[in-house]
Structures are given as structure tokens and as C-alpha cells.
């Protein structure tokens, strides 16, 4: 079994900036993908970024270029470095990885003001 657990949310202005970071831990597993999803209020969830344990990246085109992937192996982390943030990036968002399954984190609130 894997837990993911997310952090660095909170509530920030629009045209700022927020780093998330996603740990899953256990034992006996290999994780192939990690990344993110999010999901605004009244709406679904929505694709944001993933990463491969190679480091081959995967973004939404509504966050190409504002939001950055990245990843630690060794620690099993990911990390969302979110620039430039606008209010429909407010959401709350979640951490996955994928194994022979996916494991969710429990979420973290992104909130933009303007």
C-alpha cells in the first residue's frame, strides 16, 4: 500500500506564486508516474501536470508555462512550483501515484484572489 500525502497550499493574490509538494511512502512498491490533478469549485477534476521517474514531464496546456513539475527520486517527492497564478487556478489540488494503481493524496486548497 502507498500514501501520498500533499502540502504548500493556501491562499495567495493573483500574479503570485505557491510550491507544492507530494511524498508518497510505503514499502514494496514502484512508482512509474507521479503528478497532479486539480479541481476547481463546482467543476470536475481536471489534468494538471505529471512526471516520470525518467523526468519526462506531461503539462495542461492551461498551465503550460506558468507551472513546473519536478521530482526526487530518492525521496519519492514531487514537487508543483506554481508561477503567475491566476483566480481559475483556484482548487483544490491532488497528488497522485501511479503504481500497478493510482493512490490519491487527500488534497491541498490552492485560493487566488484578485
Known amino acids: 500500500q502507498v500514501q501520498v500525502v500533499e502540502s504548500g497550499g493556501g491562499l495567495v493574490q493573483a500574479g503570485g506564486s505557491l510550491r507544492l509538494s507530494c511524498a508518497a511512502s510505503?514499502?514494496?512498491?514502484?512508482?512509474?508516474?507521479m503528478g497532479w490533478y486539480r479541481q476547481p469549485p463546482g467543476k470536475q477534476r481536471e489534468f494538471v501536470a505529471r512526471?516520470?521517474?525518467?523526468?519526462?514531464?506531461t503539462y495542461a496546456d492551461s498551465v503550460k508555462g506558468r507551472f513546473t513539475i519536478s521530482r526526487d527520486n530518492a525521496k519519492n517527492t514531487v514537487y508543483l512550483q506554481m508561477n503567475s497564478l491566476k483566480p481559475d487556478d483556484t482548487a483544490v489540488y491532488y497528488c497522485?501515484?501511479?503504481?500497478?494503481?493510482?493512490?490519491w493524496g487527500k488534497g491541498t486548497l490552492v485560493t487566488v484572489s484578485s
Open positions: 497522485f501515484a501511479l503504481t500497478g494503481q493510482n493512490y
Open positions: 510505503g514499502s514494496g512498491f514502484s512508482i512509474n508516474l
Open positions: 512526471i516520470s521517474s525518467g523526468g519526462s514531464t
